[in-house]
């Protein structure tokens, strides 16, 4: 799905990155190719007109914010109403809690519940499982043999037909556990008792959760099932199984919608393993191919907030080792530099691994030995000869080699700040658009 889906929206974007002039026109064959991407993935039409009409609105009406182009705050409309189609960003706790999960057979709803478990179980927590799938016969040992694989408790009274007896049971059973999910039964299309059976165990469970299971191949149906199951036992998010087995995916978007909740997991795989949290925000990022703008944005704004670091430095054209001083000062704040160069959004441009091998220890050790350089070798670091490093060396307690490091590990970020700075002496959002893809 998403390697389709990415390559569409990248090509909408990059066209726009490439008008001369970003008028009402180029706002219209944008919003035209994302139509004819995001239906082509299964995303239901009503969905994509009404995002097509709040990019254009917005991109038309709203004045872009100040030290903003209007082809960044196209960009930015884009990329927020992107977002918002993909439904909230649900919180999962980590505490006490029981899981009811619904869908219909096929839809993975087993798996998962067996996924969620290990989930749950590498964040600590003690975690249990019942089986209340009395339609499907293969399902309490599937389950249970998914469970035995990672140790978890799984019960189950298999040949019972009394889904609510067997839930009260185990719950009874499982008392010690913190997280209990509830695999449920399924069926082949949805049936009066099967919703009512729903209903009884959440009324009897009080489910801290309620998470439907959609697999992403459904298309169209998906809004049916996700408005009969939220009627009855008010979903409040989404699992989208199956990810790694479909060109399209969009129609799960329209259970989404239906419930008005967000996608809390995705599944790409058949095993234990097999399971993602999801973020809208990085989600969209990453088909846009945009790094982690959104998260990158907000830290250099809290940064910037302590008025230290300065963010044009590194864009601009003089970068010292004086700057790189005030860098390793504000990445300390920021987190580490991987983490932080993998959310600039640079498109194609290539940092080389030695540069994230520096650790933060290392760090330290460079502003130490920078410590000992006089102002004019923080100005110009082209000054520091041989004898000059022997001087910082001793100065600093370090040894030639480590501040020779230092000097390399300088040009290094030099080169790779030089890599993404526009040709107009500044931070050029055209031109990074421009590297998308490569
Ligand atoms: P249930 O009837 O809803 O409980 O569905 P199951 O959990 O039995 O899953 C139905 C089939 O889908 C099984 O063959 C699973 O192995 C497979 N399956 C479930 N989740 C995924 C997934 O994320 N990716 C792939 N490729 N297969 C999956």
């Not at 309490?140 to 040949?159: A, H, I, M, R, S």
Request: with cysteine; glycine share 10%; charged share 30%.
């Amino acid at each position: 799905m998403l390697d389709r889906l990415g390559t569409g929206l990248k090509d909408a974007v990059k066209k726009l990155a490439g008008k001369t002039v970003i008028d009402r026109a180029a706002v219209e064959e944008l919003v035209k190719d994302l139509q004819r991407v995001l239906l082509q993935a299964d995303v239901n039409v009503k969905l994509v007109m009404n995002l097509s009409k709040a990019i254009k609105k917005r991109s038309l009406e709203e004045e872009p914010p100040k030290g903003m182009s209007v082809r960044e705050h196209v960009l930015r409309i884009v990329y927020q109403e992107l977002v918002n189609l993909m439904g909230d960003e649900v919180t999962v706790t980590l505490g006490p809690q029981i899981i009811l999960m619904a869908g219909l057979q096929g839809s993975g709803k087993t798996t998962t519940t067996g996924k969620l478990a290990r989930y749950f179980q590498r964040k600590g927590l003690r975690v249990g499982v019942i089986c209340a799938d009395v339609f499907r016969p293969g399902a309490y040992d599937q389950l249970k043999n998914l469970c035995n694989k990672v140790n978890v408790p799984c019960y189950g009274e298999p040949g019972v037909t009394d889904a609510v007896k067997i839930v009260e049971n185990g719950i009874r059973e499982l008392k010690n556990t913190e997280v209990l999910i509830i695999d449920t039964q399924g069926r082949h299309a949805l049936e009066d008792d099967l919703i009512s059976e729903i209903i009884d165990l959440n009324n009897l469970t009080k489910a801290t959760h309620r998470w439907l299971v959609i697999d992403a191949a459904l298309g169209q149906q998906a809004k049916e099932q996700a408005a009969r199951f939220h009627e009855a036992i008010s979903i409040d998010g989404v699992i989208i199984t199956k990810m790694d087995g479909t060109a399209k995916g969009g129609g799960a978007l329209s259970a989404v919608a239906e419930t008005g909740s967000g996608i809390v997991f995705t599944g790409s795989g058949e095993t234990i393993e097999d399971l993602e949290r999801f973020d809208p925000d990085s989600f969209i990022s990453r088909l846009l191919g945009m790094g982690d703008l959104k998260s990158l944005i907000e830290k250099a704004e809290e940064v910037m907030a302590d008025e230290e670091f300065d963010v044009n430095a590194m864009m601009k054209g003089k970068f010292t080792l004086r700057d790189m001083y005030k860098q390793l000062e504000s990445l300390k704040k920021m987190g580490p530099l991987k983490q932080v160069m993998s959310m600039l959004p640079m498109g194609g441009a290539k940092i080389p691994e030695d540069v994230f091998d520096t650790t933060s220890v290392k760090m330290e050790r460079y502003k130490i030995i920078m410590d000992s350089m006089t102002n004019d070798e923080l100005e110009n670091p082209s000054v520091i000869s041989g004898s000059r490093v022997h001087r910082i060396s001793l100065g600093a307690g370090a040894t030639p080699e480590e501040v020779r490091e230092l000097l390399k590990y300088y040009k290094t970020m030099q080169r790779a700040i030089k890599g993404f700075r526009g040709a107009g002496g500044k931070f050029n959002m055209q031109r990074m658009m421009k590297k998308f893809g490569g």
